[in-house]
């Protein structure tokens, strides 16, 4: 039985007994104090039978097994849960759901942040209070309606949610702070409210944003859409009218970010001076960096060695994902680190690195290079190109340089402290080699088939971590044999990692249907669970016949929500989308809980906002079918 320390009302501290998992709060408790169940490493379960009003700063801070909460609904009259507190649920990894009784006021600073799990979660329109970063990291939020009552969308609200897509904002929002939706890779779209007035820096940075529309409200214009490749539509309500603050916001954004231009020049009729700024810009821009070609590299490996004493120099350079460069001084058979020559001071206010920045920048985009240059007595004697597959940073973590060092060149660190750290992290990479999992990360069809049959299961059901366990890897290559053998030794069909975004039959779906019929035959019931009444995303799998198979069990029940699915983005899957109405799935009845459309008035929404060819095509099919439905209905 847990013991509570309680001061009145007020519970201070709850700590469970061994092996307790489960917690039923006291009838007598009001307010949940700051930390009093933090870092409860056993914590599974929370039930309220009580109306708390507050749950304090770092209540439940880093509770690693909580997965639920269980909050009472106020009755009419009664008060409930005012207040989660800063912290409150912070690092909680296995926090599926919380739900948030209306009543809710006020939400504090990183209140759910790195809830990797945290999918299902809605905000009441009681709150009025919520501080910056409520959500950051929290990695499996997919949907999110924002309270009506809201004037702003406080900093980083929903950075790094890596799988949020859609967000609804309400009119009344004036103002979204910085890196409110930083790195959300997943946000394609978003529909920004009329009563907007500023969009603070890097409020959308590192966004999966394909088109945004600038109401014609907004004043303040910071640079909000800094490394967002998909970006090829800014279309502005009102365009910024030349002596105006926004016109000067959006001038400095294309000087720091001029490939949105075309973002902005596809999405408008531009007015004639914005044009001729534009015109003057580029002439400018080529001026300040006069582009660089295969033919016109320019000498940057030979001014950062001239720089340097004359001795024997390898520098490691990799352009494919970022500018990473390592030089080491060679001493006979033995190394140094210099890398903060390239960073440092000793060059004065323009060091290599920064002088030939445009170059680098050109290299990652045209010269995804990992190579190694080799200077012997300040000249430079050897280009060697290096294999990024061979030399995985992933599998060679914190040793990747020394390992490259000592098998491109035979040399070892100079430094005893550097050689005992590197001989004890190249024993545990060449340990991880001889995994399973790793035989499985690598598609060795015959080192999977021989190790998994001595794999205890633990290591069946390894996890790579953020990568993949040996079933998932196993169908991400679509290698069946060494699924059915790792299968067969008893290896977990169902587990996930990542907050259940890889896990093997997920992976099945993506890239293998011969293993989904594998999985079907041999685990007809892990099958079912996973994937009954169209659950588990099976209508995505490439396979017609199993679609088929799937439809004479469960019928057009449940498929009703595809509809959306295929209509969110741009592009529409008409392939897909004749299925469904070639098999009769109700288009007009069901209304979904959160587009609160039926699937034809979702179509001419989407119509609206998408007005080209394949939204076009879906609205007519759509209609049509229910038109066929209405009729059958009415006879």
């Given amino acids: 039985m847990a013991n509570f320390e309680m001061n009145g009302t007020v519970l201070k501290r709850g700590r469970l007994e061994p092996g307790e998992t489960d917690i039923v709060l006291p009838i007598d408790v009001s307010k949940i104090a700051k930390c009093a169940f933090r870092k409860q490493k056993t ?5 309220m039978n009580v109306l708390v009003t507050e749950i304090g700063d770092q209540a439940f801070e880093n509770c690693e097994a909580l997965c639920g909460v269980g909050i009472p609904r106020p009755a009419p009259g009664q008060t409930g849960l005012l207040r989660i507190g800063h912290q409150a649920f912070a690092g909680c990894p296995k926090l599926e759901t919380c739900y948030l009784p209306d009543g809710v006021q006020e939400l504090g600073r990183w209140a759910f942040s790195n809830c990797v799990s945290l999918a299902d979660l809605s905000l009441p329109d009681s709150i009025t209070v919520m501080y910056d970063h409520v959500f950051n990291d929290c990695e499996a939020l997919v949907k999110m309606e924002f309270p009506k009552k809201m004037t702003a969308v406080p900093a980083g609200t929903f950075a790094f949610c890596c799988a949020l897509r859609e967000v609804l904002l309400p009119e009344g929002i004036t103002e979204i702070h910085a890196e409110a939706f930083k790195n ?46 998909e970006l090829t539509e800014i279309e502005f309500a009102a365009f910024p009218q030349k002596g105006t603050k926004l016109r000067e916001h959006l001038e400095n954004i294309l000087w720091e970010t001029p490939e949105l231009a075309d973002a902005i020049l596809h999405a408008n009729k531009v007015p004639a001076d914005f044009t001729a700024y534009l015109d003057w810009q580029r002439q400018e821009q080529q001026k300040k960096d006069p582009g660089f070609s295969e033919d016109d590299d320019r000498p940057w490996y ?10 024997d120099y390898i520098l490691l350079m990799d352009t494919n994902h970022r500018v990473s460069m390592d030089l080491f001084h060679v001493i006979g058979s033995e190394y140094t680190r210099n890398s903060t020559d390239l960073f440092g001071a000793r060059f004065g206010k323009t060091p290599p690195y920064k002088r030939w920045e445009q170059h680098f920048r050109w290299m990652m985009d045209h010269d995804q290079a990992f190579r190694a240059y080799r200077y012997e007595n300040g000249k430079l004697t050897e280009v060697r190109e290096l294999s990024a597959q061979f030399y995985d940073a992933q599998i060679y973590e914190g040793c990747l340089n020394a390992f490259i060092l000592r098998h491109e060149f035979g040399l070892e660190p100079k430094n005893a402290e550097e050689k005992a750290n590197f001989a004890a992290q ?3 990479a060449e340990a991880f080699m001889q995994t399973l999992v790793y035989a499985c990360y690598a598609d060795d069809t015959a080192a999977i088939i021989e190790r998994a049959k001595t794999a205890p299961k633990a290591e069946l059901d390894r996890k790579f971590e953020y990568f993949g366990t040996p079933l998932s890897f196993c169908a991400a290559h679509d290698n069946l044999e060494g699924f059915q053998a790792v299968a ?20 099945a779906v993506r890239h293998s249907p011969r293993i989904l019929r594998y999985v079907l035959e041999r685990f007809p019931t892990v099958f079912e669970q996973q994937f009954h009444n169209w659950e ?15 439809f004479s069990r469960y019928g057009a029940a449940g498929m009703e929500t595809l509809y959306y699915s295929l209509l969110l983005e741009s592009s529409v899957d008409l392939k897909r989308l004749r299925y469904l109405i070639e098999h009769r799935v109700d288009c007009i009845h069901y209304k979904d809980d959160y587009y609160k459309y039926t699937p034809l008035g979702f179509a001419e929404f989407k119509y609206e906002q998408y007005p080209n060819e394949d939204h076009k095509t879906a609205l007519e099919l759509i209609r049509q079918e229910a038109e066929r439905q209405q009729r059958e209905a009415n006879a």
Avoid: Y
């Avoid at 588990?536 to 799937?550: A, Q, S, T, V, Y």
């Fill in 302 to 311: 030979d001014a950062i060695i001239d720089m340097l004493p004359h001795d």
């Fill in 43 to 47: 914590l599974s379960t929370v039930t």
């Fill in 536 to 550: 588990g995303g099976i209508f995505w799998c490439d396979d017609r016949e199993l679609i088929d198979l799937m």
């Fill in 184 to 229: 959300c890779t997943a946000l394609h779209e978003i529909t920004l409210p009329e009563s907007l007035t500023l969009i603070s820096a890097d409020a959308f940075s590192g966004s999966g944003l394909r088109k945004i529309r600038i109401p014609a409200n907004v004043q303040t214009l910071a640079h909000a859409f800094r490394n967002c490749p």
């Fill in 426 to 428: 190249l024993a545990k």
């Fill in 488 to 507: 067969e030794a008893g290896a977990s069909l169902t587990k996930s990692i990542v907050s259940g975004t890889v896990s093997p039959l997920r992976e």
